[in-house]
């Protein structure tokens, strides 16, 4: 026990024996601290209550629906679904308005009198050339527009799932690979077919609203239109499977874009540069696209402008779909198992 | 009397082999589980993740059957219809919030939309993540990572749910906390499969294990019967003292104590052919001795140990 000590000292801790003798401070009256108040509460442990579920579980259907709306509602959100980068997004936008270009050409000779609208008619009217162009044109569509698009979307459509290993994410479900399989290309066939298709068909059907064009316009350019969307389906097929095919050999969406622009365009320039030397069109059945322009040459009724016989052009494009898919089902078959 | 209609179980393997070229990973397993928790333990390349991925159908055995509810997963997918299964190395969706994710996932397994985001924030909320579900994964620890993995795992309400070292790499609020959901899924009469290559961690969570060695099962049952089966072999318990040979003349007085050894300063260790014996004498002797115990160890009770005296065992069998 302490007993007689001298008045100034404050044994409450106030003043230090230094200061009562000296009467001046050691520094530490104003010393404070700040510590981190603990403000999340993670390390609790938590109760667990774990209820039952006795919901039924949907049908096949719903499984495969839900693979495809993760890709395809991606574009338009990526909340709960695939991500697609803002510049792809953007990139698609940009595609799909400049393929409805003819549209307000159309709109704009529906207003304009006399010639100017009839030459504004001639130029972007149905026609069977121009019904062709719209899906199977050079340029822009099949040198800048279609090719860049499919790249954009297959790039990382299967390669990602290699890449990241969430392919398991699928396996590990009542979900199988040609499910699997089938979603992906149907994903990847509608996102190409609301871009080439749709425009395609507001095309038309903005050309008809606009000119005011009756019943006989309309049953005389039906056979027409109907060609040239048999080809843009044929197009669209086409691309998905080998965008497809290369996106599920590689873990880079990189390559698969790459890829597939290099054999769109690398067949083409290969087979033209031969064309110009030595005059003949026959390796333009290497091309994807010449041998869809080729077929839909065809079916709209405009002269052939290839030399070589129409059969060689749809039996090579239908041999590159089937090399497509084969790859493609022999990757997915053994993605995940092969890892071992 | 053999009941035809019986329910298959959940999991039964029937002499399956599994080879890498020359390497095997798995040698002639036969088992069958249903219903409560089960540990899979056995060191690393014991053959636990092959065992895994034999059961995802992801492997194709190259000898025996593999049957999830009597249908063999490497032909058909329905039966994950009943299953949830956390793989070790599975990534996620890391732009997704949890709940987004889940319940993504629970779509896929054919829910509909109200139902799947109900069913997320209920195993969100089981899991301990409900505070954060709202958060991107990307975000997340580790821990709670896992957590995500298993909540995913649990959205469809399987009956079989299968975690492939799913206390790897966690915190030790993470591992308590996935424990604690463990236990209360094998309470509730799911068929639990946790695979893991630390013997303390199944032992807190189940008794009924399957030790893998080498692709080979070496033990299957309850944990304590195995170790009760153990006995007599040598054992060893670590004492840290501050007089070491002391404490080592009482010890070496009683009855289940054989010899004493002094590792380094500090310490003594017990030599014991009954460990349990050894473990009822051990207070009352530390009593009498008045020493300040700094800690008291089974260096022996560890998985590597536990497949050493069984191999020992296996050897001189």
């Not at chain 1, 077919?193 to 000119?211: D, E, H, K, L, N």
């Not at chain 1, 790859?327 to 071992?340: G, N």
Request: hydrophobic share 40%.
């Amino acid at each position: 026990m302490v007993t007689n000590l001298p008045d100034d000292i404050d044994i409450a801790g106030t003043k230090t024996r230094m200061e009562v003798a000296f009467g001046s401070g050691d520094g530490d009256e104003d010393m404070t601290a700040i510590v981190a108040k603990k403000e999340s509460n993670l390390g609790a442990i938590f109760e667990q209550s774990y209820k039952p579920w006795d919901g039924e579980l949907g049908p096949r259907w719903m499984r495969n629906y839900s693979i495809f709306r993760h890709h395809v509602y991606g574009l338009f959100t990526s909340k709960g679904h695939r991500h697609y980068h803002p510049f792809v997004r953007l990139t698609i936008l940009v595609i799909l308005l400049a393929s409805l270009t003819p549209i307000p050409m159309l709109f704009l000779s529906s207003l304009l009198p006399g010639q100017d609208g009839d030459f504004l008619s001639k130029m972007w009217g149905i026609n069977r050339f121009n019904l062709w162009g719209q899906i199977l044109g050079y340029f822009p569509r099949n040198l800048c527009m279609w090719p860049l698009l499919t790249a954009l979307v297959v790039g990382g459509m299967i390669s990602d799932d290699r890449r990241n290993g969430t392919s398991a994410i699928y396996f590990s479900r009542p979900i199988n690979r040609f499910d699997y399989t089938a979603m992906k290309f149907i994903s990847v066939a509608v996102i190409l077919g609301f871009v080439i298709i749709f425009s395609y068909f507001a095309y038309y059907t903005s050309a008809i609203v606009f000119r005011g064009e009756g019943w006989a316009f309309l049953i005389d350019t039906l056979p027409l239109f109907l060609g040239g969307m048999l080809s843009g389906i044929f197009l669209v097929l086409t691309y998905t499977s080998i965008g497809l095919a290369l996106s599920s050999i590689s873990q880079s969406r990189f390559f698969a874009a790459i890829g597939f622009l290099s054999i769109i365009y690398g067949t083409k320039i290969v087979a033209l540069l031969i064309d110009m030397q030595f005059d003949t069109s026959i390796l333009y059945i290497l091309s994807p696209y010449d041998c869809l322009a080729h077929i839909g040459q065809f079916l709209l009724g405009i002269e052939l402008n290839y030399e070589h016989p129409l059969a060689f052009s749809i039996i090579s494009l239908i041999i590159m779909n089937i090399v497509s898919m084969s790859i493609l089902v022999s990757r997915i078959s053994s993605m995940e198992v092969t890892r071992e | 009397m053999n009941d035809i209609n019986q329910k298959p179980p959940s999991v039964l393997l029937e002499n399956v082999s599994k080879w890498y070229g020359e390497v095997i990973g798995i040698n002639d397993i036969s088992l069958a589980i249903e219903g409560g928790v089960t540990g899979i333990l056995g060191p690393n390349g014991a053959g636990k993740s092959t065992l895994f991925k034999l059961l995802m159908g992801r492997l194709k055995p190259s000898q025996g059957t593999v049957r999830l509810f009597g249908i063999d997963p490497w032909k058909s997918t329905s039966p994950y219809r009943r299953i949830g299964y956390v793989s070790e190395s599975e990534r996620m969706y890391d732009w997704m919030t949890s709940l987004d994710f889940i319940s993504t996932l629970a779509r896929l397994h054919g829910m509909s939309r109200d139902e799947a985001v109900e069913r997320s924030k209920h195993v969100l909320d089981f899991v301990g993540l409900e505070d954060v579900h709202h958060k991107e994964i990307g975000k997340y620890s580790k821990g709670m990572r896992q957590r995500v993995k298993i909540a995913h795992a649990l959205v469809h309400d399987p009956d079989l749910i299968i975690l492939d070292e799913p206390l790897h790499g966690c915190d030790p609020i993470a591992r308590t906390s996935i424990m604690s959901v463990v236990r209360e899924l094998g309470s509730q009469g799911k068929t639990v499969l946790i695979s893991s290559h630390i013997l303390e961690e199944i032992e807190r969570i189940t008794e009924q294990i399957v030790i893998l060695h080498n692709g080979k099962l070496l033990a299957i049952g309850n944990l304590h019967a195995i170790r009760d089966l153990l006995d007599q072999h040598p054992h060893r318990i670590l004492i840290k003292c501050d007089s070491p040979r002391e404490l080592a003349q009482l010890f070496i007085r009683e009855d289940p104590v054989y010899g004493v050894r002094f590792p380094e300063d500090g310490q003594l260790e017990i030599q014991t052919n009954n460990l349990s014996a050894a473990h009822d004498i051990l207070p009352s002797t530390i009593v009498k001795s008045g020493q300040k115990i700094t800690s008291i160890e089974n260096p022996d009770d560890n998985l590597d140990s536990l497949i050493g005296y069984l191999l020992g065992g296996i050897n001189n069998g």
